[in-house]
């Protein structure tokens, strides 16, 4: 048996996603910006887009900015919000365990000029909105957090920031790093206060290259690309209208059944834990319940190294993470697992385990058997 659970570096494509996205590629192929018929029917793929997303957050169509993947949706929201308010103020705030996407444009920023807070989180990862609220002055023209964190699931109190937000300094943008809790979670931004809000087509069963960005039609950002204007100039660029279509119809489809999928998945979660704890020295990181999301488990191992577990699990066919994959391929500690106060033993021994909508009861079990047998084991081999 083959089991991937690290869904939250990549997921497997819809089927409807792939079929659709060679439909464009090998014969509705034109330049959405041509004038003639092949054009015209790019552009029909886009406009399905906008339509699609749209609905989904009860935003206007207007509002949506296609780009290569949550990164730059990112890289966008904060780099041309600071641009394009820097008069008003200098002063940006976000979390110590933001995606390296958040963490590095903040830090280009602080070379250029601005301050950014860093907010401290309490042991399951969640921030205190009393440190938010003490964050915030008449300088503040960013807050960004993350709505669902990437390595240990944990969930932002996001509706209530953003309604202190707004209470404290109303030209205070509020960004959303989604990318993890857009398919997973119902969000809208207009009743959350969210003025941005960054998404990634390949964790919701989309391509990967694509993604888009949410931007409140009153709040100012200055574009970061420049050329042809696509995109009412703020990103411009040929619009990727296979991956567009691909997110679309992946965005369509992760929809459509979520109550149901998000039930089944909780209780596999719950199942996992319940597993897991059974195994002496685990420790299972973050939030329990309904203030974590229903795909993501992160594991402390102790007397494991995580390359060990991870690999000793791959020759059993199933796949995990160390990490974030954005940056697990680097020998240092994860900044979240050190924000929630972690012992520095398990630094280095913790695995996430991340399900999708193809995650079955029987694969869950057969990890749970796999780990059962293989930690003690591995615990044995270190002692020799």
Same mark, same amino acid.
């Given at each position: 048996?083959?089991?991937?659970?690290?869904?939250?570096?990549?997921?497997?494509?819809?089927?409807?996603?792939?079929?659709?996205?060679?439909?464009?590629?090998?014969?509705?192929?034109?330049?959405?910006?041509?004038?003639?018929?092949?054009?015209?029917?790019?552009?029909?793929?886009?406009?399905?887009?906008?339509?699609?997303?749209?609905?989904?957050?009860?935003?206007?169509?207007?509002?949506?900015?296609?780009?290569?993947?949550?990164?730059?949706?990112?890289?966008?929201?904060?780099?041309?919000?600071?641009?394009?308010?820097?008069?008003?103020?200098?002063?940006?705030?976000?979390?110590?365990?933001?995606?390296?996407?958040?963490?590095?444009?903040?830090?280009?920023?602080?070379?250029?000029?601005?301050?950014?807070?860093?907010?401290?989180?309490?042991?399951?990862?969640?921030?205190?909105?009393?440190?938010?609220?003490?964050?915030?002055?008449?300088?503040?023209?960013?807050?960004?957090?993350?709505?669902?964190? $990437? *390595?240990?699931?944990?969930?932002? =109190? #996001?509706?209530?920031? %953003?309604?202190?937000? +707004?209470? &404290?300094?109303?030209? @205070?943008?509020?960004?959303?790093?989604?990318?993890?809790?857009?398919?997973?979670?119902?969000?809208?931004?207009?009743?959350?206060?969210?003025?941005?809000?960054?998404?990634?087509?390949?964790?919701?069963?989309?391509?990967?290259?694509?993604?888009?960005?949410?931007? $409140? *039609?009153?709040?100012?950002?200055? =574009? #970061?690309?420049?050329? %042809?204007?696509?995109? +009412?100039? &703020?990103?411009?660029? @040929?619009?990727?209208?296979?991956?567009?279509?691909?997110?679309?119809?992946?965005?369509?489809?992760?929809?459509?059944?979520?109550?149901?999928?998000?039930?089944?998945?909780?209780?596999?979660?719950?199942?996992?834990?319940?597993?897991?704890?059974?195994?002496?020295?685990?420790?299972?990181?973050?939030?329990?319940?309904?203030?974590?999301?229903?795909?993501?488990?992160?594991?402390?191992?102790?007397?494991?190294?995580?390359?060990?577990?991870?690999?000793?699990?791959?020759?059993?066919?199933?796949?995990?993470?160390?990490?974030?994959?954005?940056?697990?391929?680097?020998?240092?500690?994860?900044?979240?697992?050190?924000?929630?106060?972690?012992?520095?033993?398990?630094?280095?021994?913790?695995?996430?385990?991340?399900?999708?909508?193809?995650?079955?009861?029987?694969?869950?079990?057969?990890?749970?058997?796999?780990?059962?047998?293989?930690?003690?084991?591995?615990?044995?081999?270190?002692?020799?």
């Amino acid at each position: 048996m083959k089991v991937y659970l690290d869904n939250s570096a990549t997921t497997r494509c819809f089927d409807e996603v792939a079929q659709l996205m060679m439909q464009v590629m090998c014969r509705d192929y034109g330049n959405p910006s041509s004038l003639h018929h092949k054009g015209v029917e790019a552009e029909h793929y886009i406009r399905y887009a906008l339509e699609t997303l749209a609905k989904i957050l009860k935003v206007n169509e207007k509002e949506i900015i296609f780009t290569s993947g949550g990164t730059e949706a990112d890289n966008i929201a904060i780099i041309g919000t600071a641009m394009a308010n820097h008069r008003m103020g200098r002063h940006l705030i976000t979390t110590q365990i933001e995606h390296p996407a958040v963490i590095q444009t903040m830090r280009y920023l602080e070379d250029q000029g601005f301050r950014v807070t860093y907010l401290p989180v309490d042991g399951q990862g969640r921030i205190r909105l009393e440190d938010l609220q003490k964050a915030i002055c008449k300088e503040t023209i960013l807050v960004s957090i993350m709505h669902t964190n $990437n *390595e240990i699931g944990t969930l932002q =109190p #996001i509706a209530e920031a %953003g309604e202190l937000i +707004k209470k &404290m300094n109303p030209m @205070t943008a509020f960004h959303v790093d989604a990318v993890q809790g857009f398919g997973k979670f119902r969000i809208y931004p207009s009743r959350m206060k969210i003025d941005l809000l960054s998404v990634s087509a390949h964790k919701i069963h989309g391509p990967k290259g694509v993604g888009f960005l949410y931007k $409140n *039609e009153k709040c100012k950002v200055s =574009p #970061i690309i420049y050329g %042809g204007g696509q995109q +009412k100039g &703020m990103r411009s660029g @040929t619009e990727n209208v296979p991956g567009i279509a691909g997110l679309a119809k992946a965005s369509e489809l992760i929809y459509q059944n979520l109550d149901a999928d998000m039930e089944r998945l909780y209780a596999l979660r719950e199942m996992f834990i319940q597993g897991v704890s059974q195994i002496e020295d685990v420790k299972v990181n973050g939030c329990m319940g309904d203030e974590s999301a229903s795909h993501i488990v992160s594991l402390s191992v102790r007397g494991v190294r995580s390359e060990v577990l991870l690999h000793a699990l791959e020759d059993r066919d199933i796949y995990v993470s160390a990490g974030s994959a954005c940056s697990s391929n680097k020998p240092q500690p994860s900044a979240t697992l050190k924000a929630i106060g972690i012992e520095k033993d398990l630094l280095e021994s913790t695995i996430r385990f991340s399900f999708s909508v193809f995650t079955t009861k029987e694969e869950i079990q057969y990890t749970l058997q796999t780990l059962n047998e293989m930690i003690p084991e591995l615990r044995r081999y270190k002692r020799h």
